[in-house]
């Protein structure tokens, strides 16, 4: 293995076994394939974005490098330590913050909450002081002054904030996050954003983030794996992964329309008709349709486009041309959007 892996991934598989109500007394067995071989290499230093719609298998991957789920096969290590047989020594060298809002004492104040969890890690007298104060400091809730409330008061960015000041007490050179800005107020996000991109990049720290955002992923990891339906469909920098729409634009259109069902028909039409990658997701009361053309066709798939949604009574409130995205990535790649 190179010394410049941090994490690695091999093979991994995953199936849950979960039962699905049938009647009162009935149920029916039903296996999840939650990861199908899922492989991957996390560079020393870097952060790397696990990208995915919902249910596409990032929890599942995060909870097996973190050592809280066993693979059904497959291997996984971090700086050379396997997950499985060296789980005692993978706990020692990562931190973690799967869920930003679990376990924590909601009747202790943000600081008193990083001190006990900093003692419960070998950690304490001026040391344990020193280090829950700089990471108070690091993570901006002091600046907010509220690192002596109670954390049942804590807003969720708040909550975010201790999370991850929580996974860095012992200053581990992995930092693995469970999708660690879901929901929380754009200025949190973004201040978490740039100490994630800190860490890695002035401290010499292995970032891995989960995330449904494209816009994130693009703004803060330096490589990205694509993760949909427990297998990853490609990876890369984010350049090298728009080097996949290379010659190619997204086109967005805006609709309106009271005929939900009709839309899966335009949609196929448009794939099937133009022969061009589109998705449509619902967005503000009406429908965002999203069609990957190929950079000189745009006036002609567009006009064709506009045709075959005025034959579904659609109306069109507004077009835009932008440049490709992860988004289109994952489009071209999957035929749909999911995110
Ligand atoms: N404990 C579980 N039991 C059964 N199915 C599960 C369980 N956890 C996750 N799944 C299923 O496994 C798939 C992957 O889930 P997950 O890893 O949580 O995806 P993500 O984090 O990307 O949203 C989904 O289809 C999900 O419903
Ligand atoms: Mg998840």
């Known amino acids: 293995m190179s010394?410049?892996?941090?994490?690695?991934?091999?093979?991994?598989?995953?199936?849950?076994?979960?039962?699905?109500?049938?009647?009162?007394?009935?149920?029916?067995?039903?296996?999840?394939?939650?990861?199908?071989?899922?492989?991957?290499?996390?560079?020393?230093?870097?952060?790397?974005?696990?990208?995915?719609?919902?249910?596409?298998?990032?929890?599942?991957?995060?909870?097996?490098?973190?050592?809280?789920?066993?693979?059904?096969?497959?291997?996984?290590?971090?700086?050379?330590?396997?997950?499985?047989?060296?789980?005692?020594?993978?706990?020692?060298?990562?931190?973690?913050?799967?869920?930003?809002?679990?376990?924590?004492?909601?009747?202790?104040?943000?600081?008193?909450?990083?001190?006990?969890?900093?003692?419960?890690?070998?950690?304490?007298?001026?040391?344990?002081?020193?280090?829950?104060?700089?990471?108070?400091?690091?993570?901006?809730?002091?600046?907010?002054?509220?690192?002596?409330?109670?954390?049942?008061?804590?807003?969720?960015?708040?909550?975010?904030?201790?999370?991850?000041?929580?996974?860095?007490?012992?200053?581990?050179?992995?930092?693995?996050?469970?999708?660690?800005?879901?929901?929380?107020?754009?200025?949190?996000?973004?201040?978490?954003?740039?100490?994630?991109?800190k860490l890695a990049h002035e401290e010499g720290k292995t970032v891995l983030m989960t995330t449904h955002n494209m816009f994130e992923a693009e703004m803060v990891c330096d490589r990205v794996a694509i993760i949909d339906r427990g297998e990853i469909i490609v990876m890369g920098t984010v350049d090298e992964l728009k080097k996949r729409v290379a010659g190619s634009v997204g086109i967005e259109m805006f609709v309106l329309t009271s005929a939900r069902a009709s839309l899966d028909s335009i949609a196929l039409k448009i794939r099937e008709g133009i022969g061009v990658p589109c998705s449509i997701v619902g967005e503000n009361g009406g429908y965002r349709i999203k069609i990957v053309s190929p950079s000189d066709e745009v006036d002609e798939v567009t006009s064709r486009t506009l045709r075959i949604l005025h034959d579904h009574k659609c109306s069109v409130r507004r077009i835009e041309v932008k440049e490709p995205t992860l988004e289109d990535v994952f489009i071209k790649l999957t035929g749909r959007t999911g995110f």
């Open 3 to 197: 010394s410049k892996i941090a994490i690695e991934a091999n093979d991994l598989v995953k199936n849950y076994v979960s039962f699905i109500r049938r009647g009162i007394f009935g149920r029916r067995r039903v296996v999840v394939e939650a990861l199908k071989g899922v492989s991957f290499g996390v560079l020393k230093g870097e952060v790397f974005g696990l990208l995915g719609p919902n249910g596409a298998g990032k929890t599942t991957t995060v909870k097996i490098l973190c050592t809280l789920l066993l693979p059904d096969s497959g291997t996984a290590t971090i700086l050379g330590y396997d997950v499985v047989k060296d789980a005692s020594k993978v706990r020692r060298i990562i931190g973690v913050s799967l869920t930003v809002e679990k376990g924590f004492y909601w009747k202790l104040t943000g600081k008193e909450n990083l001190k006990y969890f900093g003692m419960l890690y070998g950690l304490d007298g001026k040391f344990l002081e020193d280090r829950v104060n700089m990471l108070l400091e690091l993570v901006g809730l002091r600046k907010l002054g509220v690192e002596d409330k109670l954390y049942e008061e804590y807003s969720l960015g708040m909550k975010a904030r201790l999370s991850l000041a929580r996974a860095l007490l012992t200053d581990p050179p992995v930092i693995i996050l469970d999708e660690p800005t879901l929901g929380l107020d754009p200025p949190s996000a973004r201040c978490l954003r740039e100490m994630l991109v």
